[in-house]
């Protein structure tokens, strides 16, 4: 079966703009999830999603933002985008909201210059 | 509430074996174990519940001990595919977010 597929998986942005990064879960996996990674803070969690609410929250400022469609699909904002945004945020769907490993999908590398 | 990993880097020569160790502040529910190669995504390797068995697949096995809070990762005469950077994620009890440690960075040599 296909994998967790996110688009785009590289981005170039200037600071101030915002940014739009969709992920596409395995079919049957309703819980979304998704991590900033980093060489120094390694993988910091963002927020979780399931069945379109958002479970969880990490520490990040409120210009970060998600929602979670139907279908399960996901999407993360980030508003006034800043140098250390710059970062590889990975999407991670799972069959329930506990007790079961993540897929991770491939990544979005965002560069912000 | 990030969980703690040691070491954070291993040197092995192939055949050796290796133990990662994670433990956490908090009352755990389950700890999940991912290895990642580098420039690609992270890859579930398993998940030990608490109240569960020890999880083990070929060479590579974990336990929980639950009274700690800690978990330990063993790698059995290690191989060069075993390279990477192995990562432990927590879920605490009554929150279902996981949380990963930094990392153990394992290099493999012939």
């Known amino acids: 079966k296909a994998g967790v597929t996110q688009t785009p998986r590289y981005l170039i942005k200037t600071r101030g703009q915002q940014v739009t990064l969709s992920c596409s879960p395995i079919?049957?996996?309703?819980?979304v999830s998704w991590y900033q990674q980093t060489p120094g803070q390694g993988l910091q969690f963002l927020f979780e999603?399931?069945?379109?609410?958002?479970?969880n929250k990490g520490n990040f400022p409120g210009r970060f933002s998600g929602r979670q469609f139907s279908n399960s699909r996901s999407e993360m904002n980030v508003s006034t985008l800043e140098l250390g945004d710059s970062a590889l945020y990975l999407c991670?769907?799972?069959?329930?909201?506990?007790?079961?490993?993540?897929?991770f999908g491939s990544g979005t590398r965002l560069t912000v210059v | 509430q990030q969980p703690v990993q040691s070491p954070q880097a291993v040197i092995l020569r192939e055949g050796e074996d290796a133990v990662i160790n994670c433990s956490s502040s908090?009352?755990?529910?389950?700890v999940h174990w991912y290895r990642q190669k580098h420039g690609e995504a992270p890859v579930f390797l398993m998940i030990?519940?608490?109240?569960?068995e020890q999880k083990g697949h070929d060479k590579i096995s974990a336990s929980f001990n639950e009274k700690k809070q800690q978990s330990s990762l063993y790698l059995t005469a290690s191989q060069l595919s075993y390279s990477g950077t192995y990562f432990c994620?927590?879920?605490?009890?009554?929150?279902?977010?996981?949380?990963f440690g930094k990392g153990t960075r394992l290099h493999i040599l012939p």
């Open positions: 030990l519940l608490k109240g569960g």
């Open positions: 908090k009352a755990l529910y389950s």
């Open positions: 991670a769907s799972r069959v329930q909201r506990t007790s079961y490993g993540y897929t």
């Open positions: 994620g927590t879920e605490i009890v009554g929150d279902d977010k996981i949380i």
């Open positions: 079919s049957g996996h309703r819980s």
């Open positions: 999603y399931f069945s379109e609410t958002q479970r």
